[in-house]
């Protein structure tokens, strides 16, 4: 089975910085992964993709404070959150297309991020 696990979630003062991780198991090739989020009452949105070859898209509204990065030898995508404003509060999910028995997307638990002002 294919999982994916994220974590690094919290509660951090606005301003401060927090750093996610999403780990990938039981999938032989990652394609494109993405961090998304969801915020009460919102639909769920994209954050920043990232594919295979390190090509990078981001949200406008989190241009220049957040940086999304890969390790394709840990099976692990990272999300690198500077600059926290209230507005970021949301649940993060990871999602990642995985190769097991053929390619499917596939998307984490999620995890809490809250930004105080």
């Known amino acids: 089975q294919v999982q994916l696990v994220e974590s690094g979630g919290g509660l951090v003062q606005a301003g401060g910085s927090l750093s996610l991780s999403c780990t990938v198991s039981?999938?032989?090739?990652?394609?494109?992964m993405g961090w998304y989020r969801q915020a009460p009452g919102k639909q769920r949105e994209l954050v920043a993709t990232?594919?295979?070859?390190?090509?990078?898209d981001y949200a406008d509204s989190v241009k220049g404070r957040f940086t999304i990065s890969r390790d394709n030898a840990k099976n692990t995508m990272y999300l690198q959150m500077n600059s926290l404003k209230p507005e970021d509060t949301a649940v993060y999910y990871c999602?990642?297309?995985?190769?097991?028995?053929?390619?499917?997307?596939?998307w984490g638990q999620g995890t809490q991020v809250t930004v105080s002002s």
């Open positions: 039981g999938s032989g090739s990652i394609g494109l």
């Open positions: 999602k990642a297309r995985a190769r097991r028995f053929g390619w499917s997307d596939y």
């Open positions: 990232i594919t295979s070859v390190e090509s990078i």
